[in-house]
């Protein structure tokens, strides 16, 4: 069965840093989601993507945050300056109809 | 304002025991609400959705309009049935929406 890859799975970085975290939705989904949860927290949406751009985003998903589709499979989310309280699990997911799938998460750590 | 409430944290019921998973929402339209279920290491998954009207694994969920209501039951809860739920919702229709989480409530089934 197909599935939302995520990778890394475990990333740590200093404050300030930048990271990209990346995901390969399901090859024939057209709609593409990054979410995050903070521990002890509700899974919280950041973005949405379709047809090459992004098309909704939340309060959440200010200038330090980016996503892209670089090659038509990767789908990647940038954080530009971390900071600690960026600190959360992030989700990937990918819908083709009323179905979202979700990618297994990368946590991030900011220390 | 679009929310959904799960009140409950943590249910604990012994194996053979009905469970509820009370899930209440607010939305400004005709909502389409889900349960995803999350085993422990594993990723977030479909479990139901109220279109469909479906039983899964023994679970089953009726939306109640008129009290805002989808709540989620089984009526004899067995162990592997303990994981992490969460109610959602997305708007009726809206292909490219996104999905709003409840807080999540852990269901422990003990022997």
């Known amino acids: 069965e197909p599935e939302v890859t995520q990778t890394p799975s475990h990333q740590v970085t200093q404050m300030g840093q930048e990271v990209i975290l990346r995901c390969v939705p399901i090859?024939?989904?057209?709609?593409f989601y990054w979410y995050r949860q903070i521990l002890g927290q509700k899974v919280e949406f950041l973005v949405s993507?379709?047809?090459?751009?992004?098309?909704?985003k939340s309060e959440i998903f200010d200038d330090q945050f980016s996503v892209e589709r670089p090659d038509g499979s990767n789908f990647t989310l940038k954080i530009r300056s971390t900071k600690l309280e960026d600190s959360a699990m992030y989700f990937c997911a990918s819908r083709q109809n009323t179905e979202a799938f979700f990618g297994q998460g990368t946590r991030l750590t900011v220390v | 304002a679009q929310r959904v409430t799960q009140p409950e944290k943590l249910l604990s019921v012994f194996k053979g025991a009905p469970v509820e998973l009370k899930c209440n929402y607010s939305?400004?339209?005709?909502?389409?609400l889900f349960w995803y279920v999350q085993y422990s290491r594993q990723r977030l998954q479909l479990l139901l959705r109220?279109?469909s009207r479906e039983s899964i694994k023994g679970f089953t969920a009726d939306l109640n309009k008129g009290e805002t209501s989808f709540h989620l039951k089984k009526p004899f809860a067995q162990e592997e049935d303990s994981a992490m739920y969460y109610c959602a919702l997305s708007g009726l229709g809206n292909q490219g929406g996104k999905l709003i989480f409840g807080q999540g409530t852990e269901l422990s089934v003990k022997p």
């Open positions: 090859s024939n989904h057209l709609y």
């Open positions: 939305y400004s339209g005709s909502p389409e």
């Open positions: 109220h279109i």
């Open positions: 993507f379709y047809n090459n751009e992004i098309s909704e």
